[in-house]
């Protein structure tokens, strides 16, 4: 990023700064309120373009524009008004927010009207007339052109402070390309209110995610989520928070909002209203707003919209087929797949009515025959039934790939560790190899991010390191667990809990998940795989802070925020404050990973959602034997039924579990097969765990099944080796090594065959014991308890 240009020193050079004065450096920002118009406002043609003149040592080319600049004021000059503001203003209504149209128009006028040539230029030359203040254009017309002269516009009025603000990013951000569309943000609020770079405001700045109709402004890509904390660092803006708060979230909206929302009028919207109050007090916030949008919107407002006249809920026969007809596909033509949860919703609020008509009094003048009949609902079984199969085939062709999908991740941290550990090393200016490529290192300080360069392209490392970090913790942690993605997200310190087994005095740790889509909480036994994670992750978050930093989690579907809590999952940008990572986030790590390891399943790329790990969690939970009610309530499934939707059982899984495993079940307990487990059945399976200590580590075997290798351990794939029985398997090798040997020399070839089976099973495990002590080699974290700073 080039430094700002020095400072004019000629009297006859006029820049933005001669025009407006800076608020004194000892005050706070001023308040957020409109500056007066610029003094060319209302100034001649003549007087703007002796003006460009001045400034052209400022303005580069400025000019060489000079013509383009006085056919853009001529055309402005034959519209009403008094200043050139009032005359920009009708003309952005006459053209809209098109990012052609305007400069089509005025091309009309020249020469050669409509080219190419003539319509960029009118393009440039729009650069000097917002630099010059001599109109302010709208929100919605800034954000729909493409000029190129956003950061040269901030040079311009202000040139000391600008360079500031880039010096700023570069140390605060960690990527150019951010910091780089956070200053044409800046120019683009500038051109807006008439101000300088370093007279915007907080509420400058949010300003520009409200006046923007029917557009939702992306932080991240318009380099906002940079701007913030480099201006709130440098004390230029006040406000309680130095993260970019975000008028765009919206929290819960009322039953009246939620109605109005879709222009209701009439006699019918207090019933609507009511009726979503009453059904809200046994519903969460996600499906009391797809109730409104499916019985509200996709329903009376499209029957007021057809029927202005409609008073009531009594639909005739031509009334209910056309709408019928019209719900079946969206508004750009495409078939709409949700129209049977239409149908349910519409049928379950008539047949409520109906109902409630008999108790209170208020209903029964709304009480109207229901137009959607029982037999029209019955084609939703049969969509729910395919679904199914396809989610079941879905998890079948993901679950053989998934071992390829972790291996992946593991190459990808490592590699993204080595290349961070030996930038970091060799220092700034200094060249590192990386897959036999010379990278050279760059650095702005200590606390920026390590970046290296080749042939002009820059590669951000320490953000490679920390994407590849979260892309595994997340894909481990979900396929360790089975949970839905907004309960990982909302883990935090105190989720990690430790249990003591009475029977033995063995310490168990459990994961303890928080009440989510069916408000009921729930224990599962964290594996040692699990728990190495979560312990890099707490190591991670903790290195720089005396304890798990404190953060809110935005929860997109309820529309609420947390309270400040120790959140494991969570990440900074820069030097900005940690947050809690979002789904899209999540998604987009997720795909990422898939496309480095380039699975493909049937010639086509696969892709790995957060729910596909709990799918296949359940499936291969049911189909090593567990049984169905203990694998509901780890999944935290209200109904068991759901809990086997999301099994997707092969053949002969069906065979065997369900003819041998079942029915041996229901010879024990013929009546209560499917029902929650009681506190022996729990201390039954607890113990499982401690019955399976073997000399080389432990069993994995089934629950509640023996062993059906006939206890040979070294060959059988269920063993867990322990890294602390290395020596005692090496010494089993080497006196394999010597049995094969003995029974070559006598001619035991059979007995020769089967050893080297066993040997090649002990090298694996050997290497398996190698593998999980480098993890316990590592230094070891102190959890501690999270501290809230004062």
């Known amino acids: 990023m080039k430094a700002a240009p020095p400072q004019g020193t000629r009297a006859a050079r006029r820049s933005w700064n001669d025009l407006l004065p800076l608020p004194p450096e000892e005050q706070a920002p001023p308040a957020p309120e409109p500056i007066p118009p610029g003094p060319l406002n209302t100034a001649t043609i003549e007087t703007i373009i002796d003006r460009l003149a001045d400034c052209s040592a400022d303005w580069p080319q400025a000019e060489r524009r000079r013509s383009r600049v006085r056919r853009i004021l001529n055309h402005l000059s034959q519209l009403p008004g008094e200043t ?80 500031e603000v880039e010096q700023a990013l570069i140390r605060a951000t960690s990527s150019p390309v951010q910091a780089n569309n956070g200053l044409l943000t800046l120019g683009r609020i500038q051109a807006h209110t008439g101000k300088s770079i370093r007279q915007i405001t907080a509420e400058d700045i949010l300003e520009l995610t409200t006046q923007m109709p029917g557009r939702m402004i992306n932080f991240s890509r318009s380099g906002l989520n940079a701007v913030w904390p480099a201006l709130h660092g440098l004390g230029w803006i006040s406000h309680e928070s130095g993260a970019m708060p975000s008028r765009t979230r919206r929290g819960q909206r009322t039953a009246e909002e939620l109605v109005d929302y879709y222009g209701i009028t009439g006699p019918c919207r207090e019933p609507l209203i009511h009726y979503l109050k009453v059904r809200s007090a046994s519903l969460d916030y996600s499906s009391t707003y797809g109730l409104a949008r499916n019985l509200a919107g996709v329903f009376f407002a499209d029957i007021q919209k057809h029927s202005p006249s409609q008073q009531t809920f009594a639909l005739t026969p031509q009334q209910t087929a056309d709408w019928k007809s019209r719900v079946k596909f969206k508004a750009d033509g495409t078939p709409r797949r949700d129209a049977h949860a239409i149908y349910f919703a519409v049928r379950a609020f008539y047949l409520d009515i109906s109902q409630w008509a008999l108790e209170d009094a208020f209903w029964a003048q709304w009480a109207a025959p229901t137009p959607i009949t029982y037999a029209e609902t019955r084609g939703y079984l049969k969509l729910r039934r395919t679904t199914r199969a396809t989610m079941q085939q879905r998890t079948r062709e993901l679950a053989p790939v998934l071992p ?21 090393a060799a220092g700034a200016g200094n060249s590192i190899d990386v897959a036999g490529e010379s990278w050279k290192v760059f650095r702005t300080s200590d606390q920026a991010p390590v970046r290296i360069r080749r042939n002009g392209k820059d590669r951000d490392v320490t953000f490679e390191e920390d994407n590849a970090f979260w892309a595994w913790a997340l894909m481990e942690t979900l396929r360790h667990t089975g949970a ?48 190495h994670v979560l312990y890099r992750i707490l190591s991670r978050i903790t290195k720089d802070t005396d304890g798990a930093p404190l953060t809110q989690r935005w929860d997109p579907a309820e529309k609420v925020l947390s309270s400040p809590l120790p959140h494991l999952f969570i990440r900074r940008y820069g030097a900005g404050p940690y947050k ?34 709990r799918r296949i969690f359940a499936t291969e939970a049911l189909a090593s034997g567990l049984p169905p009610h ?54 039954e399976f607890e113990a499982h765990f401690v019955q399976r200590k073997l000399s080389l580590g432990s069993c994995g075997r089934a629950y509640g099944t023996g062993c059906q290798h006939e206890h040979a351990c070294v060959r059988c794939a269920l063993l867990r080796p322990d890294p602390s ?66």
Not at 133 to 156: C, E, G, H, N
């Open 84 to 163: 050139w503001q009032d005359r920009w203003t009708l003309f952005e209504n006459q053209v809209g927010d098109d990012r052609l149209k305007w400069r089509v128009r005025i091309s009309a006028e020249a020469p050669f009207p409509g080219s190419n040539s003539e319509i960029q230029a009118l393009h440039a030359a729009m650069g000097p007339l917002l630099a010059l203040d001599v109109m302010r254009p709208s929100y919605p017309w800034i954000t729909a052109q493409r000029f190129a002269f956003w950061k040269a516009l901030s040079r311009f009025r202000d040139p000391v402070h600008t360079g």
């Open 484 to 531: 839905r993605i907004e309960e990982v997200l909302e883990l935090v310190h105190m989720s990690i809990q430790p249990y003591k087994v009475p029977a033995t005095g063995e310490t168990i740790p459990l994961l303890h998940f928080a009440p989510s889509k069916t408000d009921t909480e729930r224990l599962m036994v964290a594996s040692p795989e699990l728990v």
């Open 580 to 613: 809690v990572l979002s789904p899209p986030t999540v998604a987009a790590l997720l795909n990422d990973l898939a496309k480095q390891a380039n699975i493909k399943v049937g010639g086509s790329e696969v892709r790995f959602t957060p729910h596909d790990f």
């Open 404 to 424: 390829r999908l972790v291996e992946a991740a593991e190459q990808a941290l490592r590699a993204a560790e080595e290349i961070l550990a030996a930038a970091t």
């Open 630 to 683: 203990i694998v509901q309530v780890l999944m935290g499934h209200a109904s068991l039924a759901t809990t086997q939707g999301y099994a997707a059982i092969y053949p002969q899984d069906v065979i065997r579990h369900h003819r041998t495993f079942i029915e041996k079940r229901r010879v024990t307990r013929p009546t209560e097969e499917y029902r929650e487990p009681t506190a022996a059945e729990w201390d």
């Open 725 to 790: 029985q290395i020596n005692r398997l090496q010494d089993i090798i080497d006196n394999l090594e010597e049995r094969i040997i003995e029974a070559e020399q006598h001619g035991w070839l059979g007995d020769a065959e089967g050893l080297r089976v066993t040997l090649n099973s002990a090298e694996m495990k050997l290497a398996q014991m190698y593998k999980l002590q480098n993890h316990l080699d590592r230094e070891v974290v102190d959890l501690g308890l999270p501290r809230i700073k004062k």
